[in-house]
């Protein structure tokens, strides 16, 4: 009978914590596109909750998506990838960015990624949360979740002996 009840409780809470994860990866998809931080949505489109052999986790993937710090943190000054500006200049693409001629956003391109290598990005400046507050809201509903399932498992089994 404990074998059954270990399946359970297991199950049962792998599958409240990946509602949890759903929600707080819906939040911080919101939150993303409220703040206006996303240009292509490519990184809000990657942040997916997977279960795996030992839990579950939420988690950013695909091609072309930021780095998850520089979501809040931005981008210190100095050394930076190699092409650069074309990074830049398709995120002008993605961001809507209108410019006279494609030279312009060329140059743009060119300005810009200088200025972050020397500076920085003004996120760095000034850092925002976008995932931070989300996260901890979840954790601690994670760990109710758990609370409340373990409890109830407790109670089911001493009330079936």
Do not use: C
């Not at 994860?21 to 240009?39: F, H, P, Q, T, Y």
């Amino acid at each position: 009978m404990a074998v059954a009840y270990d399946n359970i409780i297991y199950n049962s809470v792998m599958d409240e914590i990946e509602r949890v994860l759903l929600d707080v990866r819906d939040e911080i998809r919101a939150k993303m596109a409220s703040d206006g931080v996303n240009a292509s949505g490519r990184t809000s489109a990657g942040m997916q909750v997977q279960r795996y052999e030992s839990g579950v986790r939420l988690v950013l993937t695909g091609e072309d998506v930021a780095p998850l710090a520089t979501l809040e943190v931005g981008r210190a000054g100095g050394k930076v990838p190699r092409g650069f500006a074309d990074i830049i200049e398709q995120w002008s693409r993605d961001k809507g960015l209108a410019f006279p001629t494609e030279g312009d956003r060329r140059s743009f391109a060119y300005l810009t990624a200088r200025k972050i290598a020397r500076e920085g990005t003004e996120r760095h400046k000034s850092p925002i949360d976008v995932y931070s507050d989300e996260v901890l809201r979840g954790v601690a509903r994670i760990n109710q979740a758990i609370k409340v399932e373990i409890t109830q498992y407790i109670h089911n089994l001493l009330t079936s002996m």
